[in-house]
């Protein structure tokens, strides 16, 4: 049977509808690391709250190919903890990579170091390719609610899973995707001591963070779109294109 000029509409629509829904499933395969750190792996003190504590996310959709954006948040932190270094992995040569600051509520860092190294790796843990030392100094610390974002650019294409790797085994307690020194935690409340039994004084007790777990993302409506879509046009064709 020949389509009616009412069918062909109805048909070209949902054209339409299909080219757009595609066209936003590209958009969406955009890729998003999101690294919650949620254990304390140097067997001394963990942060106050409920973990996880700090949230680090890796997006490649805001800029070029070349391009991914790191947002770090202390957004679990607490009172006078802060984070004095954070590292993470990538999965090409780190040496080559650039950083520029973006903006932020906290502190820029003091130096970044790159490549594998001592200076990189984590409480006699695993080794880290990329190394965020941040200020100490009373003031100038990054602290709880506090956020930092950079770009990092790359001599060729880059995306957010290009950070999602385990860091190199070096001993200690076993390799994590990110890892980050926290200080300024307080001590045991009863006993008065940090968790490794060590005896503050006065002073707080600190604690290396990390994760082996990558926060999954919600599945995106994008794909609900593509799916009425298609089922529509399979029930469209079976009823007018006989």
Known sequence: MKPTMKTRKALLLLSFIMIFALATVGQAGADTLILKPDVEF?????????????????????????????????????????????????DGDATALGFSYVSGTGPQYDTVYLGESNNTKADGDGYYDIGFYFPTQSGSRFGPGETVIYDITYTSPITASSFNLFSSPGGGNGVYLTAAHVQGIAPDSQSGLCGDGSDPGTGTCSGWVGTTTVVPEPVSSTLFIVGGATLGFRRFRKKFMK
């Open 42 to 90: 140097s067997a001394n003190t963990s942060p106050v709250n409920t973990p996880p504590w700090m949230t680090a996310i890796f997006d490649d959709s805001i800029n070029g190919p070349n391009t991914v954006r790191l947002t770090m948040a202390a957004d679990n932190l607490t009172a006078t903890e802060f984070i004095s270094k954070w590292f993470f992995n990538f």
